[in-house]
C-alpha cells in the first residue's frame, strides 16, 4: 500500500479566499452616518460656545473687579471651561498614560 497524502490545493484558489476575507474589514472602515452627524453637532456646538464661554469670562472678571464676587468664582470658571474645551486631549492623555 502507498502513503496517504492530503490533496494538493491549486495555488488559484488562494487570492479569491484572500479577497473574500478582507471584504468584512472594508466595510468595518466606513464611516457611519450617526458618526458623522455626532461629529458635525460637536464641532457645531463648539463654534457657539466658544464667544459665548469668553464673554462669561470677561462678565465674571469685571464682576470681580467691582467687588460683586470673589475672584475664586472667576479662576473656577476658567479652570471649568478649560476642562471642558480640553477634555477630548484630556482624556488621550489620561488613556496613554494606562496604555489604552
Known amino acids: 500500500m502507498g502513503r496517504i497524502t492530503a490533496p494538493r490545493l491549486r495555488s488559484a484558489r488562494w487570492p479569491p479566499t484572500g479577497v473574500l476575507l478582507l471584504i468584512p474589514?472594508?466595510?468595518l472602515a466606513q464611516a457611519s452616518p450617526f458618526?458623522?452627524?455626532a461629529n458635525s453637532l460637536?464641532?457645531?456646538t463648539l463654534?457657539?460656545?466658544t464667544p459665548i464661554a469668553a464673554l462669561i469670562v470677561i462678565g465674571l472678571a469685571i464682576a470681580?473687579?467691582?467687588g460683586k464676587i470673589a475672584w475664586s468664582w472667576?479662576?473656577?470658571a476658567i479652570v471649568g471651561i478649560a476642562a471642558i474645551f480640553g477634555a477630548p486631549q484630556i482624556v488621550a492623555w489620561i488613556r496613554s498614560m494606562f496604555g489604552v
Open 64 to 66: 470681580a473687579a467691582v
Open 25 to 27: 474589514a472594508s466595510a
Open 47 to 49: 463654534t457657539i460656545a
Open 74 to 76: 472667576v479662576i473656577g
Open 35 to 37: 458618526n458623522t452627524g
Open 42 to 44: 460637536l464641532q457645531f
